[in-house]
């Protein structure tokens, strides 16, 4: 099973907080990614493309896949940072 999805990185939770609510509460996802997110995909609006089981580390993986389509996640902490993601496809 693959999935697709997008995603916002930052160092600390009170910034993922803080976008989370942001997006929450209609601010667009790729602008908020393009602005704040610390990830290279973030100029993509932080389109990670399609990924498959195995291909992303765990914390980030589990939540993607427990996603609902189109649904935010709460901040997920990996050893990269926090990461806000919304499952795309």
């Known amino acids: 099973m ?3 999805a997008r995603h916002i990185l930052v160092p600390t939770l ?7 609510s942001k997006i ?4 667009d996802f790729a602008v908020v990614a393009r602005k704040f997110s610390k990830c290279p995909s ?3 609006g932080g389109d990670l493309g ?3 089981q195995g291909q992303m580390v765990k914390p980030f993986e589990d939540a993607t896949f ?3 389509l189109n649904q935010l996640s709460q901040p997920v902490a990996t050893q990269f940072g926090y990461h806000l ?5």
């Open 85 to 89: 993601i919304q499952r795309t496809g």
């Open 42 to 44: 973030g100029q993509n």
């Open 66 to 68: 427990s996603l609902e």
């Open 24 to 27: 929450a509460e209609g601010e």
């Open 14 to 20: 009170n910034e993922a907080v803080e976008l989370h």
């Open 2 to 4: 693959k999935v697709r």
């Open 50 to 52: 399609e990924f498959g």
